[in-house]
């Protein structure tokens, strides 16, 4: 059709410029009679095009109408459909309100108890869960699960088995009793044992109290017994009604926490290797500390012995060397040199007397500077373990904390006893010196007085 428009259009741009180059010719009376034909046979086609797209849309406009008239029936359809369900739900939720309220003036009271019954249940498996009488008596007679979930009234047959086994708990709780049933030993193996079962406090065999495990319904054998345990075997053993017994109230959780708390032996292996040697330093210490006061608690027992008996010089103690020495000299000495020897006597006999201080006072000074060594190697293990993990578990700061704690305080344990021991042995040690000063400086002065009658 575009294709007609520019043949038009070009055929009278044809014509009006032929019209005005030669309007007299007789050879173009033809042409513009083709032209005419030519524009004649345009109109009369797009004459039947128009006809035909008129009557496509009036077939079109028809089949709308069929289908928006479908459409209005099928919705007219749907909506009384939907007004019949909704009458329905209307007269359901009418049924529904009467059934409830006939069921309410039916149920009465029974409604509170299915409530109380449920509850009491409920309370019960809980309690039961966790009972020491577990061990003893697995097996009870009402189904607690059941009841505590039950969506209907539970029978007579029910009740009773819920009365009856709630009566059992509360006896068992009240009760001592003996059976046997099988232990988990150190190894981990189950070893059937005697048990006595206190109430649901503890439960104890010859050797100890027992762990109870409520996860898997199973007593254990302790790592160690608390110091308690000793009343066992007396109380297992007594024929008397009442008898001497530690009990936990707790229901273990005070005999578990005694036992994490270490030993002395624990409380020294925390220590590691620097509490290890600080132990050793004062035991050393001390023993020389010991050696060294029995030594002179020997001599001067001899001293004592030779200030009785004076003239008669021993050698088995320092006064006797110092009175042998004095004998020794010559009788007319000048004062200057008899002070010099004797002097010189006294200091012989310093080394024998202040054997080992020195090394005790070492002693002394060194194990706190162990302790703050060990407290420093334990802060930096502490530090160390936090940049591995994190402070989320402080379990794993522990080991390096208690070993810094426990050094400190072994330094100080083994400081302490140290000084004292050497200000003990250095009084002595002082006091026989002092000694042997003083007889030296009256032998000096019995030599002057002797001297000075002789010259008068």
Avoid: C
Avoid at 24 to 31: E, I, Q, R, S, V
Avoid at 107 to 113: D, R
Wanted: net charge negative.
């Amino acid at each position: 059709m575009n294709l007609m428009k520019t043949t038009l259009i070009s055929a009278l741009l044809s014509l009006s410029t032929m019209t005005q180059a030669a309007p007299a010719a007789t050879g173009n009376n033809d042409a513009l009679q083709q032209l005419l034909e030519k524009a004649s046979a345009y109109q009369a086609e797009e004459a039947a095009l128009d006809k035909a797209r008129q009557a496509a849309f009036r077939s079109d406009v028809k089949a709308q109408q069929q289908l928006l008239q479908q459409a209005k029936a099928e919705l007219a359809r749907q909506q009384q459909r939907a007004d019949s369900l909704k009458q329905r739900f209307d007269n359901n939720e009418l049924a529904l309100t009467d059934k409830e309220e006939e069921l309410r003036l039916r149920v009465g009271n029974l409604g509170e108890m299915f409530g109380v019954v449920r509850q009491v249940a409920t309370d019960l498996s809980t309690v039961l869960s966790d009972s020491l009488t577990m061990v003893e008596v697995p097996q009870r007679q009402a189904d607690l699960d059941k009841l505590s979930q039950a969506k209907e009234l539970p029978n007579i047959a029910e009740l009773e088995a819920l009365w009856h086994t709630l009566q059992q708990e509360m006896t068992l709780n009240g009760q001592i009793s003996q059976f046997r049933a099988d232990v988990t030993d150190a190894s981990g193996k189950p070893v059937s044992r005697e048990v006595t079962r206190i109430g649901v406090f503890n439960a104890v065999t010859a050797d100890g109290y027992l762990s109870y495990d409520p996860q898997l319904k199973t007593l254990g054998e302790l790592g160690r017994q608390p110091q308690a345990a000793q009343l066992i075997a007396d109380f297992l053993q007594s024929p008397q009604d009442v008898s001497l017994f530690a009990l936990d109230p707790s229901r273990g959780a005070l005999i578990n926490l005694t036992l994490e708390n270490p030993e002395l032996l624990e409380r020294v292996q925390q220590g590691g290797t620097v509490g290890y040697i600080i132990i050793a330093l004062g035991v050393l210490g001390l023993l020389l500390a010991g050696w060294r006061l029995v030594a002179l608690g020997s001599i001067s027992a001899r001293v004592k012995r030779q200030q009785q008996t004076l003239s008669q010089p021993s050698d088995d103690n320092p006064l006797g060397r110092v009175l042998a020495s004095y004998a020794e000299l010559p009788e007319h000495i000048e004062a200057e040199v008899l002070e010099a020897k004797m002097d010189e006597v006294v200091l012989r006999e310093l080394p024998a007397l202040e054997r080992g201080q020195s090394i005790i006072k070492l002693f002394a000074g060194i194990a706190p500077l162990l302790g703050l060594l060990g407290t420093v190697t334990g802060m930096i293990a502490t530090f160390q373990a936090i940049t591995n993990f994190g402070t989320g578990d402080p379990k794993l700061m522990a080991a390096g904390i208690s070993q810094a704690l426990i050094t400190t305080v072994l330094g100080l344990v083994a400081a302490i006893p140290l000084l004292l021991a050497h200000n003990w042995v250095a009084s002595q040690s002082k006091r026989l010196v002092q000694l042997l000063d003083e007889q030296s400086a009256g032998l000096m002065a019995q030599h002057l007085e002797k001297d000075n009658r002789q010259v008068s």
